[in-house]
C-alpha cells in the first residue's frame, strides 16, 4: 500500500514537473499568433506559411505574396493595425498544453485613396503532432482564407478605378469665363482638296500666323492619306466665329468641333491663365500625393499651373472585385467620390485688359494697371500673346517649336517675368525717398550745365539738354539726368537699398503665376554705379508690374498693398511707406510732368462732367539698352475712377523715347476707357 502510495506521489511529481517544463518551454498559443500577424504586418510571408497546421489547406507563400500585394495596389494599403487580439471564451485554450485556441482578432487596414476598413476574424490555433526543429508538438495556425479580405480570400483579384474631378473654372472680376469648360474648334485642311495652296498659305499665315513651311510640311508628312483631316491649329469658338467667313470659301479648308477645356479670351489673357498639358515625369515623381497618371492633362503655365492643386480636386476611387464565381465579372465593394475642383475669380477686368492688349497693337510690350488701394491687378496685358487653345489637344512639336523660337518671344510674359532697366520713370523713386528722408524739398534749387562728371564718367541729359538753375520739381517733370543723379548721390546707397526694400520691389510677388523680383544691382561699388541707378540705369531692372506697384504707393497715400490676382473679401494689410508731406510733392511733381512736362503727351481731354474728378500723374522714361532702340516707359497713377485710384506702367520694348512712343498709348488707352465707362453709364 505503501509503494502504491509513493508510485502515485511520484507520478503526480512527474507530471507536475512535466507540465511545468512545458509550461516553460513551449510558447502559449497566443505568442504564436503574434508572431503569424507579425510576418503578416512585415509582409514575411514565407514565414507566414511556415505557421501554418499540416493538416489544414496550406497556401504557398507566393499565393499570398500575389494576392497581399495585389490587393495592397488597388486598395492602396499604407499600414494594418493589430487592434486587438483576445482569447475567445475561458477554457477554448491558453496554455502550453491545450490542444486548441480560438482568437478574436481585429484588424485596420488603412488607405491611400479609401477610407479605413476594420476585419473581424476568428484566429483558430491547434497543437500539430510532428517532428520539427522546434519540437515534437507545436502550435500551428489553421488556415481559413480570409486574407486580405474575408470574404473573397486568396483567388479573387482587387482593382481600382479612378474616377477624376471637374476641373475648376476660372472667372474675371464680373464673373467672364476665362478657363473652363466648352469647345474648341480644331482648323486644318483635307489635302486632296487643296486646289489653291498660294492662297491657303498666305490666308492662314497672315489670320493664324502659321508659317508656310508648318503647313506643308504638316500635311504632307509620310504616311498622311488625300482624304484625311489633319488639324492645324486649334482656337477658340469665339475666334472661330470671326475666322469661319474667312476661311471656309478657300478649298482644302475644313474644322472640327472638340468638347474641351477652353479659353474664350484666347491670346488676351493667355499668359495669365496659362494652358494646360500633358503631364510630365517630374510632375509624377514631385507630387505622389496627388496620384498622377501618365497622359493626364494638368496645368503647365499661367495660374493653370500655379493654382493646379485646387482647380484639378480630389479625384475619387472604387474598389472592385473579381472572383471564380462571378464568371468574370466585376463588383464594386468600396467608393470615394470624386471632390471637384474650386473656382476662382480673379482681380482681372476683362474688358480693361482686352483694351489694354488692343492698345499695345503690334507694338512689343506690356500695360499694367492695378487697384492702388487693394492691390489687384486690374490688368496684366503683354504682347504679343498666344492662344492657349492651340495646347489643349496637345501642340505639334513643330508648332511648339515655332512658338519657342520665335524672336518675338509671344510665351513670354513681359508684363511679369520681363525685367527691363527702368530708366527715367524711376526717377520718381529717387525723388521720393529724397524727400521723404529730407535731403531735398520739391523746391530746392539745382543747376544744371549739361552734364554730371562722376570719377571721369559724364551723365549728360538726354539730347544733351542744359537746363540751368532748377527746382527738383522742375528736375523730375523735365527729367534733368545731371540733377537726379545727384540726389541719388547725396541720399546714397544704403538709403537707396532700404527704401527699395520697403516697397518689396526686391522681393518676388506672392502670386499664383511666375513673376520676377526687381533689382538695384550693387549700388556701393561706386559712385559712377549709384549716381547711374538713381536715374534708372546701370544695373537697376523692374518687371512693368513692379513699376506699377510702386506708383501704387502714391496713389494709395503713401501705403504699399499686396499684389493679388485672387478676388478676396478680406481686406489686404497695407504697409506705410512714405508721409502725407511727400505723397504731396509726389503728386504736384508727377501732375507737372503731365502738364508741362516730358509726358504732356499723356494727358487726358476730359470735356464731360468728370473732369473735375479724375487726375492724371506720371511719369516717362527711356531706358537705355546697349546698342539697341531704348525701351520706352510711362508709369503713374489716375486718381478718381470710379471712386478707385488707378496706378499703371506701360513699357514698349525698343520702342524709342517715352514721352513720344508710351506717353499717347496712355491717353489713348485713358480715354477709351473713360469714354466706355461714362457710356456704360448713361452719362
Known sequence: MRLFLIMIIVAALLMGIVYLAADYIYPYPEEVAEKYLENLLNENYNKMAELHHSNSKQPSSEDIAQAMNNFSEAYGLKNIEIKSLELQKEGSGGTALSQKATFELELKYSSEFFSPLNFVHSLELARDWQFSREGFSNWKIHW??????????????FERNKIMPARGDIYDRQGNMLAGKGSIVHIGVQPGRITEPELLFETLEQELD?????????YQAPGIQEHWFVPLIAVSEERYQELDPLLRPIPGIFFQREDSRTYPAAEVTGHLTGYLGEITAEMIESYPERDYQPGEKVGRSGLELGLEKELRGKPGYQLFVRTDTSGGEKQELLKESAVAGKDFNLTLDLAMQTLAYETLGDKAGSLVVLD?????????????????NEFIAGIDHRRWAELNND????????????RYPPGSTFKAFTAATAIELGYFTPESNFVDQGEFIVEGNRIRNFAGDEFGQHTLKEAVSKSINTTMAQVGQEIGPNNMNEYFSKLKLDQRPDLSFSAHPGQLGALEQSQVNLAWSAIGQAEVLLTPLQMARLFAVFA?????AELNIVASEEAQEKTAVFQNST???????LKEVITEGTGHRAALDLTSRVQNDIKLYGKTGTAEVGGQNPHAWFAGYLRGFQDRDLAFAIMLEQAGVGGEEAAPLVNKFFSDLLAEKINNNGD
Open 372 to 388: 492702388a488701394d487693394s492691390g489687384d491687378i486690374l490688368t496684366l496685358a503683354s504682347n504679343p500673346g498666344f492662344d492657349p
Open 583 to 589: 505723397i504731396n510733392a509726389m503728386d504736384k511733381m
Open 407 to 418: 524672336p518675338e518671344r509671344p510665351l513670354f510674359n513681359r508684363a511679369a517675368q520681363g
Open 556 to 560: 494709395s497715400g503713401g501705403y504699399g
Open 144 to 157: 481559413q482564407d480570409f486574407f486580405p479580405w474575408p470574404e473573397y480570400g486568396l483567388t479573387a483579384t
Open 210 to 218: 502659321l508659317s508656310r513651311d508648318f503647313i506643308k510640311t504638316t
